[in-house]
């Protein structure tokens, strides 16, 4: 089984919809983040979070909201979805020591906004 | 800001060819620098690292060397394999311990 799971991983909404993208992992690290990726423009950190009570704003927040229910789960939210986040999104998780920069990947949700 | 810059693909080669892909960062301090790789239908995972200045990274046949006076840490591979296509980002960690990652290139290697 994948050490990082994200759901869904496709889905199609239309402008104006709510929708939440849910990561697990059962890799037991402290740390979780969420990224979106577009053609040409790499990896954008939109939140992270360094264990259950603490949450932070990446560099692309702007309308999106997170929640870190459980050590192993992190949710993304987008409250009211617009077209220009039409994207490929990542949750990826590291461990809070000396190896942080190693960070692990789930396999990525593809979220279309029409 | 801290920033990472790689060169613009795709790229394609012929199997067994020698493949260079340049990257360039902007950062304060010394960062560690990164490679990692996301194969079709994939996430990234991370491929090599080089923590301090002339260190050489290399795994799966790849290198990398942090040159700190040319602020570069080009990878490398002297016989790419079809395998091996996908898209390689260069990244760097920066004092806050969290990663910049550049734009990616994607390498096609054709049979």
């Given at each position: 089984d994948a050490d990082v799971t994200q759901t869904p991983?496709?889905?199609?909404?239309?402008?104006?919809k709510r929708i939440m993208l849910e990561c697990s992992q059962t890799k037991g690290h402290d740390r979780m983040y969420w990224y979106r990726q577009d053609p040409g423009l790499g990896l954008r950190l939109i939140y992270y979070s360094f264990d259950v009570k603490d949450i932070n704003k990446g560099e692309i927040s702007?309308?999106?909201?997170?929640?870190?229910?459980a050590q192993a789960k992190f949710s993304l939210s987008l409250e009211s979805a617009i077209p220009n986040q039409t994207a490929l999104y990542f949750c990826a998780t590291s461990t809070s020591?000396?190896?942080s920069y190693e960070q692990y990947f789930g396999p990525g949700t593809r979220l279309t906004v029409t | 800001g801290d920033s990472v810059t790689q060169?613009?693909?795709p790229v394609t080669l012929s199997e067994e060819a020698f493949l260079t892909i340049n990257c360039t960062y902007t950062a304060t301090?010394?960062?560690?620098?990164?490679w990692y790789v996301q194969y079709p239908?994939?996430?990234?995972?991370?491929?090599?690292?080089a923590?301090?200045?002339?260190?050489k990274g290399s795994n799966k046949g790849f290198e990398a060397t942090y040159r700190k006076e040319t602020t570069s840490f080009h990878l490398e591979k002297g016989s790419v394999q079809v395998s091996d296509s996908a898209v390689y980002f260069c990244a760097l960690r920066n004092a806050g311990n969290m990663l910049t990652f550049g734009g990616g290139t994607r390498l096609m290697v054709k049979p």
């Open positions: 991983r496709n889905r199609i909404t239309k402008t104006g702007d309308g999106y909201s997170v929640s870190r229910q020591g000396t190896a | 060169m613009e693909g301090g010394y960062p560690s620098l990164f239908g994939e996430g990234l995972q991370l491929l090599l690292k923590t301090k200045a002339d260190d």
